[in-house]
């Protein structure tokens, strides 16, 4: 899948346990807008009951060569539906209950044409969690500008 945005909030707050890959309903439009890149996922989320599943608040500004009358009453961050399988779906409503995750939405992208949205099995990090990683990954880039220093001298 070609990422055309990153929820890199979601990597950042949540530990993902499992991924998916979903279509997304859209219009016309919303597709041309997505695949210029025109679409935001900060603050989206994934709400799963059994039998459907629907994207919210993810943003899609109208595609700027759109018609502006088709675009009457046109709302940025309506709900748009995933297309699962009945399968993934309850498989996704099985485990959120069994662990007690969320399901948050990590990329949208292109896929043979197709717009895909990746969806995760997400739970919460604490706050102690997130200060290690912060911690660890500047400790990662420490020793490796040491290293670039260090060559870089003989």
Do not use: C
Request: net charge positive; hydrophobic share 40%; charged share 35%.
């Amino acid at each position: 899948m070609k990422v055309i945005s990153k929820n890199k909030k979601a990597f950042f707050d949540y530990e993902i346990i499992e991924k998916f890959v979903a279509g997304v309903v859209l219009q016309g439009h919303e597709v041309k807008s997505i695949k210029a890149g025109h679409v935001s996922l900060d603050g989206a989320y994934v709400f799963v009951k059994p039998g459907e599943a629907i994207l919210r608040n993810a943003i899609v500004p109208p595609w700027t060569h759109a018609n502006r009358t088709s675009l009457a009453g046109y709302e940025p961050a309506r709900d748009r539906g995933l297309l699962l399988t009945k399968k993934q779906i309850n498989l996704i409503v099985g485990k959120r209950k069994e662990i007690r995750a969320i399901v948050v939405p990590l990329a949208i992208g292109t896929e043979k044409n197709l717009v895909k949205l990746e969806i995760g099995l997400a739970r919460p990090l604490r706050k102690y969690d997130k200060k290690n990683r912060r911690k660890e990954r500047d400790e990662k880039l420490a020793v490796q500008r040491k290293k670039k220093t260090v060559e870089t001298r003989w």
